[in-house]
């Protein structure tokens, strides 16, 4: 059977997920999750929530006796990590692009990477069905990005095909919508080269992993070339340059949503093996009289770190199943199998890891899905990560997008420029202007926050990591003192309404806190103790006034990425299953005093 092996590029919320489930009906998989409207390929409830991929899927379809592998690749750079390995599964890519917006700086992070690889792209123009769409213009953007990325004259002829994917229909013009998606199945079949036959040994990169609590560890890659068959020995090269000798237990092709158990899988094929005990990605599984090893995968590194702690507030256990240090360090140990761009170090103090990142976004998706599973942790302020380039203190530099309307662009501007980013460019597109900054990463921590109230919501940021660039000097970070609460108790809407003009909070009247948790604002510089658990005074005497109601403004409520930028470097973030409260590290008063003097 021929096959074909395929990367879909998109930008976050193009629709590729959306065209992936499509493509699959197409293929007669899953009429049952149709009719439930579920996507298939988002599979876990992050993913579903937020609407972005964060790990890449596999899955593979037949038509016209030709078996199609797609891969399904991470859009956001934070998970660049994700992205470099899996475009080494494939021999071409479909580069998804919105009708309206067109290439966006994330699409251009993982089109780079394919190109460098030598992919074929295939440009599918989706969303051709919204108003104000201008399918025309963008095709002259994608090829203009094609050029500035250096494409060959062969990749800069790439066939278009416009649609709908949520429509359900792909053709070649635009203004002649079909009733089905057939039009792109055609195109990748006839311009997706079949992978090589090369001649030579055994070889096979493994270039990701999964892990099943029944058989552990599986190795999942491409076979460059030669055969594996179930049962037999070979050697696998590690990346130190060391080589075993295995034995492969069993061999998995992907087929549609699961896997099959077969006897031997031929070169060009994806499959999962397992059996193997030590291996890491990038080791290449090759033959026992003939080993060669593939170069391994240059991994990116980590720009952003963050300290892990167990949870020690006056709290702690009261809602979480896992909450003492071996639980923590055992599900980091286990996160490392599988995420490539995460480093954990153990701290000097007991029960406190630092773990690095590509990102705010990676290292809070780790948090997030940790709090999910039940774990109570407490997270520091992300830091990030500072090198010494030929004696010079360098730090990493983002290239920051704003899409915003026209009346906010100096207000972005401004914002931007505070925080040392340098204006590269301004371009108009219909009413809206794009806006390009090279801006520090420290400078990104807490700018969406500040980008959505002064453009009403109305701004689109995006950013990926550029490179690495001398120290910029010091930045204004927030500016406003914390509110913390005096002692531990139940918080009383008369106490909050008497210290309303102090500033403002992020607690309701009956929420449980204790000495030491930030309940709030300042409106001042400095850090402010208040007691909000005061109740107000019952006497048998009658008073002169009548009572006024308390009336109370509703507190701010902060999503966990929120969180992290908005704390101080001396406070945590303690995260539970059920709640998220910020703290300052020392949580007594006058140890504070005693600490903030030295």
């Not at 029944?214 to 190795?219: E, K, L, V």
């Not at 948090?367 to 774990?375: A, I, L, P, Q, W």
């Not at 107000?536 to 009336?551: C, F």
């Amino acid at each position: 059977m021929e096959i074909r092996n395929i990367a879909i590029i998109a930008h976050v919320d193009h629709g590729k997920t959306t065209l992936v489930d499509k493509m699959m009906l197409a293929g007669n998989l899953f009429r049952d999750n149709q009719a439930k409207g579920e996507l298939m390929l988002d599979n876990n409830d992050l993913e579903r929530e937020r609407g972005i991929t964060i790990l890449s899927k596999n899955v593979s379809i037949t038509y016209k006796d030709v078996k199609i592998n797609i891969i399904d690749t991470p859009g956001h750079s934070d998970f660049g990590g994700e992205v470099e390995r899996v475009l080494n599964m494939a021999d071409g890519c479909i580069l998804l692009v919105d009708a309206f917006e067109g290439p966006m700086p994330q699409t251009r992070f993982v089109l780079q990477k394919a190109l460098e690889i030598g992919l074929k792209p295939i440009v599918v123009i989706n969303k051709v069905d919204k108003p104000n769409c201008r399918p025309e213009e963008v095709y002259e953007m994608v090829f203009d990005l094609m050029f500035a990325l250096d494409a060959t004259e062969d990749q800069l002829d790439f066939p278009v095909i416009y649609g709908s994917a949520k429509q359900g229909w792909m053709s070649t013009d635009y203004q002649k919508p079909t009733d089905n998606i057939l039009a792109l199945l055609d195109t990748i079949i006839e311009t997706i080269p079949a992978p090589k036959q090369e001649e030579g040994s055994l070889q096979m990169l493994i270039t990701s992993l999964d892990y099943s609590s029944y058989t552990g560890r599986i190795a999942i890659g491409r076979v460059h070339r030669g055969t594996l068959t179930e049962g037999m020995n070979c050697n696998i090269a590690h990346r130190d340059g060391t080589i075993e000798r295995v034995k492969i237990k069993e061999l998995h092709i992907f087929e549609g949503m699961g896997r099959k158990r077969v006897e031997s899988v031929d070169a060009g094929d994806i499959c999962a093996i397992i059996g193997l005990e030590k291996f890491e990605i990038g080791d290449t599984i090759c033959s026992l009289e003939n080993p060669e090893p593939l170069p391994p995968i240059a991994i990116d590194e980590p720009t952003m770190s963050m300290l892990f702690a167990i949870n020690d507030s006056p709290f702690f256990g009261k809602e979480g199943k896992f909450v003492t240090s071996r639980h923590i360090q055992d599900r980091l140990a286990l996160e490392l199998d599988k995420n490539l761009a995460l480093r954990v170090q153990k701290s000097e103090e007991d029960g406190k890891w630092i773990v690095s990142g590509r990102g705010v976004l990676h290292l809070s998706i780790l948090v997030e899905t940790m709090r999910r599973e039940g774990y109570e942790l407490q997270v520091g302020q992300p830091q990030v990560i500072m090198k010494e380039i030929d004696g010079v203190k360098c730090e990493p530099v983002e290239e920051l997008t704003i899409s915003v309307p026209e009346e906010f662009s100096s207000k972005m501007i401004d914002l931007a420029t505070r925080r040392k980013g340098d204006l590269t460019s301004m371009e108009t597109q219909g009413d809206r202007q794009i806006i390009t900054f090279d801006i520090p990463s420290r400078g990104i921590i807490g700018l969406r926050t500040n980008v959505l109230t002064a453009s009403q919501g109305e701004a689109i940021m995006a950013h990926r990591f550029k490179e690495y660039q001398p120290y910029k000097g010091d930045m204004e970070r927030r500016t406003n003192g914390s509110m913390v609460a005096m002692e531990t108790g139940t918080v009383f809407a008369y106490a909050l309404d008497k210290l309303q003009d102090r500033g403002k909070f992020f607690v309701n009247p009956q929420d449980q806190v204790y000495a030491g948790q930030v309940v709030g604002e300042h409106v001042h510089e400095k850090d402010l103790v208040i007691n909000v658990t005061k109740a107000k005074q019952l006497t048998n005497m009658r008073a002169s006034g009548a009572d006024e109601k308390a009336k109370i403004v509703p507190p701010i409520v902060f999503s966990l990425e929120e969180a992290l930028e908005y704390i101080k470097t001396d406070e945590y973030v303690e995260v539970t299953p059920k709640s998220m409260r910020m703290r300052k590290i020392i949580l007594d008063e006058l140890e504070r005093k005693r600490a903030n003097k030295q």
